[in-house]
Nanobody, 124 residues
Framework: QVQLVESGGGLVQAGGSLRLSCAAS????????MGWFRQAPGKEREFVAA????????YYADSVKGRFTISRDNGKNTVYLQMNSLKPEDTAVYYC?????????????????WGQGTQVTVSS
């Protein structure tokens, strides 16, 4: 079992930065790939970024590539999402998720544990 708690969301102006954190409990965290997804009102949940269990491989949605960076600290059981050059279209609830073993990095259904989400609002 893995429990995930996100933090770091808030209100920021366009062009600003935020750093999201996802604290995990459970012994399997360090062996699981982790992902960040987001969901805006009236839209489906979409992939943002993912990182392999070791941190050696990272994956990004085209819409955030070059602006967002995912990282993890297995010693602290935490995964991060550094978001720079934020745009109003980045406004959404951001969710941290733990991927089931061997599943796709990009598909929400392949993740079996989810946090409660943290709101990110970017004003223009």
């Amino acid at each position: 079992q893995v429990q995930l708690v996100e933090s770091g969301g808030g209100l920021v102006q366009a062009g600003g930065s935020l750093r999201l954190s996802c604290a995990a409990s459970g012994r399997t965290f360090s062996s699981r790939a982790m992902g960040w997804f987001r969901q805006a009102p009236g839209k489906e949940r979409e992939f943002v970024a993912a990182i392999s269990w070791s941190g050696g491989s990272t994956y990004y949605a085209d819409s955030v590539k070059g602006r967002f960076t995912i990282s993890r600290d297995n010693g602290k059981n935490t995964v991060y999402l550094q978001m720079n050059s934020l745009k109003p279209e980045d406004t959404a609830v951001y969710y941290c998720a733990a991927r089931a073993y061997g599943g796709s990095y990009y598909v929400p259904l392949e993740y079996d544990y989810w946090g409660q989400g943290t709101q990110v609002t970017v004003s223009s």
